[in-house]
């Protein structure tokens, strides 16, 4: 997938949350934003970023932390808690 400018003329950059696609111009957004876009609630999820290709490492961000947007960046979210039966 290669880069296409939006109307303002900026590039739009392909990521992904949960192995669903993204595209934005906007390179530094707050996890829980990212999270809304994803239809999550932040109260109730955490965002991290996946890098590594052997071997998969993740950085969790704090809901008001601002995480950088690069090309192909993968991102995953997990339940902060559930309850147990």
């Avoid at 390179?27 to 290709?53: I, N, R, T």
């Avoid at 932390?65 to 690069?70: Q, Y």
């Amino acid at each position: 997938m290669s880069t296409q400018p939006n109307a303002g003329g900026r590039r739009l950059i392909p990521f992904t949350i949960n192995g669903v696609s993204y595209e934005t111009d906007d390179l530094s957004q707050e996890a829980s934003d990212l999270l809304k876009l994803a239809g999550l609630d932040p109260a109730g999820f955490d965002l991290g970023e996946v890098s590594g290709k052997e071997h998969l490492e993740t950085k969790w961000y704090h809901d008001n932390e601002k995480v950088e947007i690069h090309k192909d960046a993968r991102f995953v979210s997990r339940r902060q808690s559930a309850p147990v039966a």
